[in-house]
């Protein structure tokens, strides 16, 4: 049984918490097939002139962004997801260079919950600040993104490096996925999936057994007890059904906007770590 128990079904708009970007860009794209249709490097990095032509050049970012996790105070404490726009555990030298000074942010402001993913999972053990211990730090969840089969070998970084929580990304979810032997024996504290989004200049990879996927990896995170959130279907455009006022809303759990929709044959799977 994972050490992460259930939570009741809430609205995750308000749970999914803060980013905070020390540094962006991939200078390692395209890693895997989960990257073509980056949400960052694709999508959003060639909307700005300053980081257009940039996208795959790790740069760290203004002192005010770096740090942003200390302007946060201790009555304010928040969930950050870390490096939306880049990868916590890249092999680029500027990223090496900084991450002492990112973990030392994260260790001092210790009333935050950091929750890093990465594709860089060889790339982890090298990379843990010297005081990390055999207990790690006790606001930092691990993470590796998994986006089909093939890439569960990630998970296999994860198994003998301390953590206070260990999970999967399985989004965009490319493919079924067998976690079987993760889930009790990494442990795994949370299983996080989606479709691919996009718009029409990049339109997203959906197939149609996609939902069958979904429920299969809810069936194996109930069996042992596991966590588990599906952010959103996928597709060009979000719902409308979280709307309290929309007459034609399904009778379903409250949810914000999603690219379509976070309703699977009639569940939201809203589970989140405590």
């Not at 200078?27 to 980056?38: E, F, K, L, M, V």
């Not at 203004?62 to 404490?77: A, D, G, S, V």
């Not at 024996?185 to 057994?209: C, N, Y």
């Amino acid at each position: 049984m994972s050490t992460a128990s259930l939570a009741p079904t809430v609205k995750i708009a308000t749970r999914m918490g803060e980013s905070w970007g020390p540094w962006h860009g991939c200078s390692g794209w395209p890693r895997s097939p989960g990257c073509a249709n980056c949400y960052a490097v694709v999508r959003q990095m060639p909307r700005y002139k300053r980081y257009r032509g940039h996208e795959t050049e790790v740069k760290v970012g203004i002192r005010q962004t770096f740090n942003k996790p200390l302007y946060w105070t201790q009555e304010n404490p928040k969930m950050i997801f870390v490096t939306p726009w880049s990868d916590f555990f890249s092999d680029d030298a500027e990223a090496d260079k900084w991450r002492p000074l990112a973990w030392k942010i994260m260790h001092q402001t210790w009333w935050h919950t950091y929750r890093i993913r990465t594709k860089y999972a060889e790339h982890i053990e090298d990379s843990l600040p010297d005081d990390w211990g055999t207990t790690g730090y006790e606001n930092v969840w691990l993470g590796v993104s998994v986006e089909n089969q093939d890439y569960t070998w990630r998970i296999d970084y994860l198994r003998n490096i301390p953590a206070k929580l260990k999970w999967v990304s399985a989004e965009p979810l490319l493919g079924p996925l067998d976690l079987t032997s993760y889930l009790k024996s990494v442990p795994l504290g949370w299983v996080i999936t989606g479709g691919e989004s996009g718009d029409s200049k990049h339109p997203p990879r959906l197939d149609e057994d996609l939902d069958k996927w979904f429920l299969d990896l809810a069936q194996q995170c109930r069996t042992v007890g596991v966590p588990f959130m599906v952010k959103q279907r996928g597709g060009t455009k979000k719902c409308t059904c979280h709307r309290d006022k929309n007459p034609t809303a399904p009778n379903s759990s409250p949810h914000e906007a999603a690219y379509g929709c976070r309703i699977i044959k009639g569940q939201t799977f809203d589970q989140f770590p405590t």
